[in-house]
Nanobody, 123 residues
Framework: QVQLVESGGGLVQAGGSLRLSCAAS????????MGWFRQAPGEEREFVAA????????YYADSVKGRFTISRDNAKNTVYLQMNSLKPEDTAVYYC????????????????WGQGTQVTVSS
């Protein structure tokens, strides 16, 4: 059974940093793409970043490019999202997801999801 468990969310001032973690278990993820999505109140879930586990290729939404970095630790089966220069508009619940689709920005390509972690950025 696939499990994705996020951690690391919290309250931070604008300009600050947070690192989110996603601990993955239940199968081998080498052929998977791991994604981070976020959803603000009243908004649709949106793509943030993704990484192909096997080769480490990374992809980012334009809104976070240059500020966020996605990475993975093979030994710990964990994916990270380092978030720097945070803005109030980054406030959302952040979700980790796993899938084997090719359209990494599309949430429908990801059958497995974590429970989410809240990130709040104050101005």
């Amino acid at each position: 059974q696939v499990q994705l468990v996020e951690s690391g969310g919290g309250l931070v001032q604008a300009g600050g940093s947070l690192r989110l973690s996603c601990a993955a278990s239940g199968r081998t993820f080498s052929s998977y793409i791991m994604g981070w999505f976020r959803q603000a109140p009243g908004e649709e879930r949106e793509f943030v970043a993704a990484i192909r586990w096997s080769v480490g290729n990374t992809y980012y939404a334009d809104s976070v490019k240059g500020r966020f970095t996605i990475s993975r630790d093979n030994a710990k089966n964990t994916v990270y999202l380092q978030m720097n220069s945070l803005k109030p508009e980054d406030t959302a619940v952040y979700y980790c997801a796993a899938g084997r689709g090719v359209i990494y920005q599309n949430s429908l390509e990801y059958p497995y999801w974590g429970q989410g972690t809240q990130v709040t950025v104050s101005s």
